[in-house]
């Protein structure tokens, strides 16, 4: 070939190439500017914000901070921002339930008197599966706090209940909402159960099991169980309410304390490598994990559906629900995926797994008057688009 000719190829391919390259930097960019259009202005400089993080097969997608973590340090939020996970908090609980079955020293079908024994007689037909897929029945411990406490309220931000003292309320009662298997209703109770049945069974406290079988082996060095006091959370979000044109610091109350149902602290760098684990079953076998997605179903073979109490005001109070442990499963516009929610004073939380599309979504809010729950199902469908090119918006300096 001609040195003339040999020139023309090579021009023709850098021009391909940069053809090619700019294409995908215009996909990245495109991709780019849809999550932010969808995501808006979730926080200025002055307001607290939220933290997200899009994955696809492992890979970041989109990734940004909003706001500030702390309006007394004007600290802005970044991938390292510690939030309260509040309900989130279920799928770890429900992992080291796992772990211990795994190791043999548990059983999904024990009955809840065998561990306690001085439970009352209701809770003889409530086994650990009931408390994990909240199908047990036991009565909301903050209804009891209520009765408990009349026109003195016996706990308070400053004078928090303890997980023993939910224990000591149950064991008061001398019947649940319903027999154990009937009907399925969201229970707190349920989950703050199962950490005090880690720490017994482990013979462990509960943040010290999952530090030593989930989090320490997995490299989340930032997340762990808040106790008041006696560890202290770096990089710390604290929880906001809107009041008017203002936000009111609301980031502890009565029931802070309790472990298994909310107590978990994490960040974005942290729950990346938890997603990571899961899609690996890097703690459990991917056969042991299965049960952790099954749905739910009645004692009668039927599919459940949200049943609360008389005041209940969560949306999907009435409606089917499909429950596994720790996550809810189910279809969304023809995306299978696991889920979960989470919301306590101040804070706000969103993990949506689509599993047969390798996608991610993590939301996680600081402030009260938020939603990351539909922010999540608004971003997915830009995701699902933009699968084959990789986008990063990197945290503000």
Not at 127 to 132: K, Q, V, Y
Not at 322 to 327: E, L, V
């Amino acid at each position: 070939m001609a040195f003339a000719d040999l020139s023309r190829v090579i021009a023709v391919a850098l021009l391909i190439g940069a053809g090619i390259s700019n294409a995908g930097r215009g996909q990245q960019n495109s991709a780019q500017n849809e999550f932010s259009a969808v995501l808006g202005n979730l926080g200025d400089n002055q307001s607290p914000g939220a933290s997200l993080i899009v994955r696809q097969s492992g890979q970041t997608l989109f990734e940004r901070g909003y706001g500030l973590r702390d309006l007394r340090t004007r600290t802005s939020i970044d991938s390292h921002t510690n939030f309260r996970l509040a309900s989130c908090t279920k799928q770890f609980t429900a992992m080291a339930i796992m772990l211990l079955v795994h190791d043999g020293k548990l059983r999904y079908d024990e009955p809840l008197t065998q561990i306690f024994p001085e439970f009352p007689d209701y809770g003889k037909s409530i086994t650990i599966r009931n408390l994990l897929n909240h199908t047990s029945g036991l009565p909301d411990y903050e209804s009891l706090m209520e009765a408990a406490s009349g026109d003195h309220p016996r706990w308070s931000a400053d004078r928090q209940i303890s997980d023993a003292e939910v224990l000591t309320l149950l064991e008061t009662q001398q019947r649940g909402k319903f027999v154990s298997g009937t009907q399925w209703s969201y229970s707190n109770s349920g989950y703050v159960l199962l950490g005090l049945i880690v720490s017994k069974v482990s013979g462990k406290p509960f943040q010290e099991f999952l530090h030593d079988r989930i989090f320490a082996p997995l490299g989340m060095k930032h997340t762990l169980v808040y106790l008041k006091g006696k560890n202290q959370i770096l990089d710390r979000a604290y929880g906001y309410t809107r009041n008017g044109n203002q936000f009111i610091e609301t980031d502890q109350s009565a029931t802070s304390a309790t472990l298994g149902d909310g107590g978990i602290y994490s960040n974005l760098e942290d729950l990346s490598k938890w997603d990571d684990a899961l899609w690996h079953h890097t703690l459990l076998s991917a056969d042991e994990a299965k049960v952790a997605v099954a749905p739910v179903k009645l004692l009668d073979g039927s599919l459940p559906t949200w049943t609360g109490d008389p005041d209940d005001t969560n949306p999907q109070a009435g409606k089917p629900i499909s429950y596994g442990f720790g996550w809810f499963v189910d279809d969304y516009e023809g995306h299978h995926r696991m889920w979960h929610y989470g919301e306590t004073t101040g804070f706000k939380t969103a993990i949506e797994r689509f599993t047969d599309d390798g996608l991610t979504i993590i939301i996680l809010c600081n402030r009260s008057d938020l939603d990351p729950s539909s922010l999540a199902l608004k971003l997915a469908p830009v995701a699902l688009r933009s699968r084959n090119s990789r986008v990063h918006a990197a945290f503000p300096n």
